[in-house]
């Protein structure tokens, strides 16, 4: 590690000769506020609270004072990053030295700010926007700041106005950095089919309608707690969205999601938000590399695997050595399987005729040729079989979802 380069600045950067010996760092609102928020108000910044868990999911009337905010941008850019997220703005000038008010106004605010919201909500919005505001970090800024950004950022930042410049400026105008976050964000780069999470979306927002994805999820959670499940393992978990329901159920002693993915590890990791967890919550949770065509010795010790919207994405080719990995080896006494009703397309109106519902589909099944591998998986493997519908059913074509629980 190079000390000297770490700090070292471009040519023509405005910085006085001694700034690395005597600077404002101590005294002022800055990335040292943010990280001693993370790391002494960790189980606030998560919306934890053991004693009061009511309270930390309620939003409520908070006041937050920020004496001395450096703000490279002024007041407008100051109100630009906050009013948009419900805050009343209150902002007072320091002049650069109240003896000599000929030398003018200073870079620096005396804030309050207002708002009613969960104080989780207030602490993220802090710890992204002060750096922000300060357009400055002490620390070195790589890759891990990114996913720090979006699960800060969850909910109101890929919407917030000032989305770009937020991103810019917390990553300290790091050209690959801030594109990369751009593109996670953006609805519109990278193109649909170099971007699986945009591929996602796209099918969720085709089934919006009828709320599958939620429907799923609730399903499957319900026929967990129905086999009496307590360590349960998500294999092609995605980036989470089933495992944080799981987590947010104590009646799972034990959650584990796994997929052939790294990036999609690391989204669900900062969905999560695995980093703000506190110890006994975090023992519960694990993600695992894996792949679902081979077998895994990990898969053994579990109630229960829920594959959902995951047999689809794979080869046919490679189904048997998908049925030997998850239901010979493991020898689970339960096995969720979940996929989609080739039938029910055609009532989707933005669907051409003759498409599947997600770019990377393989197949996609009718409900007799669903019935007629899971039967034949049961049977081979020496399980029961239970065939249930998910969705809005019709009479002709079904229900959107099928779901096979498998029982030994």
């Given at each position: 590690m190079d000390p000297v380069g770490l700090v070292r600045r471009p040519r023509g950067a405005e910085e006085f000769a001694l700034s690395q010996y005597t600077n404002d760092?101590?005294?002022?609102?800055?990335?040292?506020?943010?990280?001693?928020?993370?790391?002494v108000l960790?189980?606030?910044?998560?919306?934890?609270?053991?004693?009061?868990?009511?309270?930390?999911?309620?939003?409520?009337?908070?006041?937050?004072?920020l004496p001395v905010l450096p703000v490279r941008g002024g007041e407008r850019l100051l109100r630009a990053l906050f009013e948009p997220l419900g805050y009343e703005v209150h902002a007072q000038r320091i002049p650069l030295d109240a003896g000599?008010?000929?030398?003018?106004?200073?870079?620096?605010?005396?804030?309050?700010?207002?708002?009613t919201l969960r104080l989780c909500e207030l602490l993220r919005h802090l710890t992204v926007l002060v750096p922000v505001l300060d357009d400055d970090k002490h620390y070195w800024v790589g890759d891990d700041e990114i996913d720090k950004l979006l699960a800060r950022g969850e909910g109101w930042l890929a919407r917030h106005p000032e989305r770009?410049?937020?991103t810019e400026r917390y990553l300290k105008h790091h050209r690959v950095l801030t594109s990369e976050a751009l593109r996670r964000l953006s609805d519109d780069e990278p193109t649909p089919e170099e971007d699986p999470e945009r591929q996602l979306r796209e099918e969720e927002e085709l089934e919006r309608p009828l709320t599958l994805d939620e429907q799923r999820r609730e399903t499957v959670l319900a026929v967990l707690r129905r086999q009496g499940v307590r360590r349960v393992i998500d294999v092609g978990c995605g980036e989470g969205k089933l495992?944080?329901?799981?987590?947010?159920?104590?009646?799972f002693e034990r959650v584990v999601g796994m997929d052939v993915s790294m990036q999609s590890l690391e989204r669900a990791k900062a969905r999560l938000r695995l980093d703000e967890m506190n110890e006994r919550q975090r023992a519960r949770v694990e993600l695992l590399q894996g792949s679902l065509v081979y077998r895994d010795d990990r898969l053994q010790g579990f109630d229960a695997a829920c594959a959902v919207e995951v047999i689809?994405?794979?080869?046919?080719s490679r189904l048997p050595a998908l049925e030997q990995a998850l239901f010979e080896h493991p020898q689970l006494p339960c096995v969720i399987v979940t996929t989609p009703n080739?039938?029910?397309?055609v009532k989707f109106q933005n669907l051409p005729a003759g498409h599947m519902r997600h770019r990377d589909h393989r197949f996609e099944w009718t409900r007799e040729e669903f019935r007629a591998w899971a039967t034949g998986v049961a049977e081979r493997r020496g399980y029961g079989l239970e065939l249930e519908p998910i969705g809005p059913e019709d009479p002709?074509?079904?229900?959107?979802?099928?779901?096979?629980v498998f029982t030994r």
């Open positions: 760092r101590p005294y002022v609102a800055s990335s040292l506020l943010a990280v001693a928020i993370g790391r960790g189980a606030a910044l998560g919306g934890r609270s053991r004693e009061r868990p009511e309270l930390a999911a309620t939003a409520i009337p908070l006041e937050a004072r000599f008010p000929e030398w003018g106004d200073s870079v620096y605010f005396s804030v309050v700010l207002r708002a770009d410049t937020i495992l944080r329901a799981l987590i947010r159920d104590r009646t689809e994405h794979v080869d046919a080739a039938e029910y397309n002709e074509l079904g229900a959107p979802t099928q779901m096979g």
